[in-house]
């Protein structure tokens, strides 16, 4: 009986993961396909020719820009959330001070503030720095937007730290730069690998603060330069596809890699003691 019900457990997922592998098969059989094909034939049916030149197209037509965009920024608002909110996080669970709970509580309710409603208020405020159509506007709010939330799960792992290895290093003449820098921050690897994961995913699918801030082609990210493709009197569709696999990749390869880390880093700071 055992058996059967794993076999239809196994079953159950597998569709499951079908399900949901499917619409990037679909995408990807749709970058494949020129406009003619994709409006006359079926929305499923296979690409009677593969158009592999969608994707040399899309590529010399300024993906490569905004792709390579995309991964520094992406990159240096990663660097900056993860260090600054491990920091943070160090200072308000590992130090004594009287507004470690009143600061924490400043960080969290960042949490509650919609995009939407900061977007006139930065550019306000980016506009007098000029820093508007600069890429350093996007790495900074990046930075702030993620830091409540990247906070929030490395507390749990930093809760879990055994007070005896700072004592210990304290006692040996460690600083408080060094037990950070190179006792604390290499063992939070696993929580610090799910943080990256989550920041990656959250800055590489941005789409509102780019197309706000930035105007000029040489700093748009994926997200925005898909745009360029798109006329007014007709719309490259199977390029919009190409462009669309291209942005998912990264995020795909990455999140297949690093899953493990994700689901160890989440296990780890949810059990205290």
Not at 30 to 39: A, C, G, M, V, Y
Not at 98 to 121: D, E, Q, T
Not at 202 to 221: H, P, R
């Amino acid at each position: 009986m055992n058996r059967i019900g794993y076999t239809i457990l196994y079953i159950c997922l597998g569709l499951v993961a079908l399900f949901q592998i499917f619409p990037i098969i679909w995408l990807f059989l749709f970058s494949l396909k020129d406009n003619r094909e994709i409006f006359s034939g079926s929305p499923f049916a296979l690409p009677t020719e593969l158009k592999w030149e969608n994707y040399a197209k899309v590529w010399e037509g300024g993906i490569g820009v905004y792709f390579f965009n995309s991964v520094w920024i992406t990159g240096l608002a990663i660097v900056l959330t993860v260090l600054l909110a491990s920091m943070a996080t160090f200072a308000i669970t590992r130090m004594n001070w009287k507004l470690s709970g009143f600061v924490l509580g400043l960080f969290m309710v960042g949490l509650m503030i919609p995009i939407h409603s900061a977007l006139i208020p930065l550019f306000s405020m980016f506009l007098n720095v000029n820093l508007i159509d600069h890429p350093l506007s996007i790495v900074i709010t990046y930075t702030a937007y993620n830091l409540p939330i990247t906070m929030m799960i490395l507390l749990g792992f930093y809760y879990t730290l055994p007070r005896e290895i700072e004592e210990a290093a304290i006692i040996d003449g460690s600083s408080i730069h060094r037990l950070f820098f190179q006792i604390i921050l290499p063992m939070t690897t696993p929580i610090m690998s799910t943080t990256v994961i989550i920041n990656m995913i959250y800055n590489w699918n941005e789409f509102v603060f780019v197309n706000t801030f930035i105007s000029s082609d040489k700093y748009k990210t994926l997200t925005v330069g898909i745009q360029n493709f798109i006329g007014q009197y007709m719309t490259d569709w199977g390029a919009i596809g190409a462009t669309l696999i291209i942005s998912v990749l990264p995020i795909l390869l990455a999140f297949i890699f690093f899953s493990n880390k994700v689901v160890e880093g989440i296990s780890s700071s949810a059990v205290k003691g």
